[in-house]
């Protein structure tokens, strides 16, 4: 394993009830050879593991001194190869700015672009069957509030995620 070198990714954590909805979508389409996360939705992708201390310091202040985000699913994403929900959430999106200047000159141009928040249930899928899926949850797709409760740390090493650290919003 790569140590505190591997790339750091921080994900907003799902309130419980919306973490099991999510992620019994994700283990019913995702391609099973694939899957080996719960569902999330990733803030950033690729932090440098060695930042470790200034990441942890700068996630801990930040929830402690905020509340809860609001959030909402208020439509479906066709990814082209695969499914997700899309998460409307200023407040989330607000949050993440002060983390990214927090991480000025850390980001890669992935994490510098303007974020597009996100719950993957499928991905890695030719097209067509992405389109598919689309045609299946659309009909019973209604937007829905989403719990968000914290924000997670997770090591990236090439396969599942090792989880490093979690803080929950009490601000």
Request: proline share 11%; hydrophobic share 45%; glycine share 8%.
């Amino acid at each position: 394993s790569a140590g505190p070198n591997a790339p750091i990714i921080l994900t907003a954590t799902m309130g419980g009830a919306d973490a099991a909805w999510a992620t019994a979508l994700r283990t019913a389409h995702f391609p099973p050879e694939r899957n080996y996360l719960r569902a999330h939705i990733t803030m950033f992708h690729h932090l440098p593991g060695p930042q470790w201390p200034l990441v942890k310091d700068a996630v801990k202040r930040l929830c402690a001194a905020n509340p809860a985000p609001r959030a909402r699913i208020d439509r479906l994403l066709n990814l082209g190869r695969g499914v997700a929900f899309h998460v409307d959430s200023p407040d989330l999106l607000a949050l993440r700015a002060e983390l990214a200047d927090a991480f000025f000159g850390l980001l890669t141009p992935q994490d510098s672009a303007k974020p597009r928040l996100h719950i993957t249930v499928q991905n890695k899928v030719e097209p067509s069957a992405a389109r598919r899926l689309l045609q299946v949850l659309e009909p019973e797709f209604t937007p829905r509030p989403l719990a968000i409760v914290g924000i997670e740390a997770h090591y990236y090493r090439g396969g599942p995620w090792e989880p490093i650290q979690g803080w929950k919003f009490r601000g």
